[in-house]
């Protein structure tokens, strides 16, 4: 992924609260992420009393501000009952930071549905968008290594509409997160064939063709399961039950294929012999397919920016998620976002007749 420079400072607002680990884990992800990165800030939003003992005396406590916040929105809360009740949790008030413009973006392990209702209500949605959409990296045979898939959650609908909307934002968080100045975009289908999918997919796939210019990027038409972690796409853009069912098959898989691997380098004298010969390059797939390094769904479509880390994350994947937060809040992205898809309406507006069908 493309760096940014450090050189300007900016302020992380984030969850300590959320998470399946606890907020030690969430605090040793915040450690990582201000050593790596000696010009941000963090606001940690918790129980102070848990909290206050884990940076005590540390030299990073110059940097960091712990926002006492009592409640904790847990991973088995309705959204529905947060948003009525959860003003008090530390989710509510790092959400709330971000509003206030206290700081850049938000990084929350917790409640996904609860983080996305409490981004909603406090941010609002961004001119033009329907229905925001969670972004995921996903490894690739891309140069930059990781291809660009929305929604994988936020929504488990979409109309053509949407997936416009989706393909807009989808292109600009590749050119800031990726560094793709044109990026290539395609809409998940059962098919590549024109004729195939559902009537909604065929006019998405017209809109989002005759947008690609106004958007700055190439659309290569539909593209299969297959093509996800190719070199054939940047973006891949569907709804968010289907992206949801990729993303965790695909994680499901990564984790069986670890664990066969593991299981044959082991089961025999002649097989850990050959584990011990390529170690090097079985560490380098490793980190290259490691989650962990890649940790953090970015929220989109809405008034401010907001990163979702992975609810089991360990410090490791905690750090990649806050410096993701950090790279792209240094690269305005937000703002970006914002006047990219602001010309959504103007789309609809100008589409053809039987296009907006």
Known sequence: ???????????????????????????????????????????????????????????????????????????????????????????????????????????????????????????RKAEGVNRPAIACLWPSRNPQGFNVMLDVGADIRADQDDLLAYAMMGASYARNGLGLARPRVGLLNVGTEEHKGRAELKVAGEMIGAAADKGDFDYVGFVEGGDIPSDRVDVIVTDGFTGNVALKTGEGTATLISGLMREAFLSSIASKIAALLTRGAMAGLKARIDPRQVNGGVFLGLGGLVVKSHGSADATGVCAALSLAARLARSDFSARLAHRIAGVSALHQDAPKEIKA
């Open 1 to 123: 992924m493309t760096g940014l420079s450090q050189d300007r400072s900016i302020t992380l607002s984030v969850d300590a609260m959320g998470g399946d680990q606890g907020p030690a884990v969430v605090a040793a992800g915040v450690k990582r992420f201000l050593q790596s990165d000696p010009t941000a800030r963090v606001l940690l939003h918790g129980q102070r009393d848990k909290l206050e003992p884990i940076f005590s005396g540390s030299v990073l406590a110059d940097r960091l501000e712990i926002i006492h916040a009592e409640g904790v929105v847990a991973m088995t809360d309705k959204p529905s009952h947060v948003m009525r009740g959860g003003k008090s949790t530390s989710m509510w008030s790092a959400v709330e930071a971000l509003r206030d413009r206290r700081a850049d973006a938000c990084v929350s392990c917790g409640n996904t549905g609860a983080l996305m209702a409490v981004s909603m209500i406090r941010l």
